[in-house]
């Protein structure tokens, strides 16, 4: 089993930077994939980025490309993303994630087995 806790939200303006941690406990965790995801007041969770167990690819939601990047250190066990350019969408609870059987050419649809109990970040205009 894995415990994943988040760190690193807050209160920013547009066009800020933010780096989001995710601190993972347990075994395995280069076994993993892990992701970040997001939810907004009254819309639905929503995957913004994942990283291969081993780092070598990754994984953006539209939206998010050319800002956001997810790395990881698997000596560390920690994975963060790295929010650039932000915008007032980009306010949500963010939520680390982590699947131990991805599947094959889809490895970031999950299901995800473990999550974290998430982060705010706030972007004001």
């Known amino acids: 089993q894995v415990q994943l806790v988040e760190s690193g939200g807050g209160l920013v303006q547009a066009g800020d930077s933010l780096r989001l941690s995710c601190a993972a406990s347990?075994?395995?965790?280069?076994?993993?994939?892990m992701a970040w995801f997001r939810q907004a007041p009254e819309k639905e969770r929503e995957l913004v980025a994942a990283?291969?167990?081993?780092?070598?690819?990754?994984y953006y939601t539209d939206s998010v490309k050319g800002r956001f990047t997810i790395s990881r250190d698997n000596a560390k066990n920690t994975v963060d993303l790295q929010m650039n350019s932000l915008k007032r969408e980009d306010t949500a609870v963010y939520y680390c994630?982590?699947?131990?059987?991805?599947?094959?050419?889809?490895?970031?649809?999950?299901?995800?087995?473990?999550w974290g109990q998430g982060t705010q970040v706030t972007v004001s205009s």
């Open positions: 347990g075994r395995d965790f280069s076994m993993y994939v």
């Open positions: 994630a982590a699947d131990r059987f991805p599947s094959g050419s889809i490895w970031h649809r999950g299901p995800y087995d473990y």
């Open positions: 990283i291969t167990s081993n780092g070598g690819a990754a």
